[in-house]
């Protein structure tokens, strides 16, 4: 990124930082970022990491895409967040319909993260009002005040999901011009380490699940898994138009692509194995240097 684009990073980090109402130091605990490195980011002596940007942009309640690009979740760009603006975020007139955290973020945010987590560790299915007002040490008509029914609940928690993961793309490939360096990339972005990323798959498993058993939960599913979809084919069709990739459907080749990450990836959820992740990217990256890049 120019020192131009780095500034404005930093600007809208601040403007975050005042709208949270807490100190620069109370901010940095709050997202578990130590104060000098805070700082040293926001002074640009350092640069704010990716996973940083992430954890910021989903704290206060905004997209990454905003605070990379000053424009809002539904502003056209290939890697931008899902098309339905975060439950935890609302906009005001003006330029680029600047985010801001909506009253009492801190409190919802808490029950959709909850909900994130019950929802990847119990089942879609599994999870009731009751265990996330108890997760949060609050009570039921808390969590209704907040979210009326259990499936508008479960559906804001798919939200926030989604949010997150395609914010960690915007974030880790925003600054890669090379296009088969952004391919690898966001491939090891999908590699379900242990962690948060095995639980965005854990997630993602559950709403397969429900999606095939419920027909009002295909056309969310369909929403959600199209933004991959077009991140990839934008990816491989870029590598097209610069002459790094071989002539192919680009349609067929990532239809392909996120087949094979999906079975891969269900292997290693299944096999409980971190082994499996370095297997998996091995299989992905021989796919790509036989099919994708040129000779």
Sequence with gaps: MSDEVLDKVRLRVREVIRR?????RQFGDAIGMEPTKLS???TGV?????TELVTIADFTGVPVNWLLNGQSADAPTSLTSPRAAPVSART?????????PAPGYSRERQIIEATHRLIAEAGYYSVRVADVAAACGTSTATVHYYFPTLRALLTAALRHQVQVAFDRQVAGLHDIADPVERLHRLIDL??????HVRQEWSIWLQMW??????TRMRALYRDFYQRWHEVLADT???GQERGAFREFDVVTMTTRLTALIDGLGIQVLVGKSDTLVTDMRR??????EADVLKS
């Design 20 to 24: 949270s109402g807490r100190s620069q």
């Design 40 to 42: 040293k980011s926001l």
């Design 46 to 50: 350092r640069r704010f990491t990716p």
């Design 92 to 100: 005001v007139p003006g330029e680029n319909k600047r985010p801001l």
């Design 190 to 195: 999908q590699l379900p380490h242990a962690g």
């Design 209 to 214: 699940a429900a999606a095939s058993l419920d």
């Design 236 to 238: 491989l069709r870029e």
């Design 283 to 288: 299989t992905l990256y021989g796919v790509i």
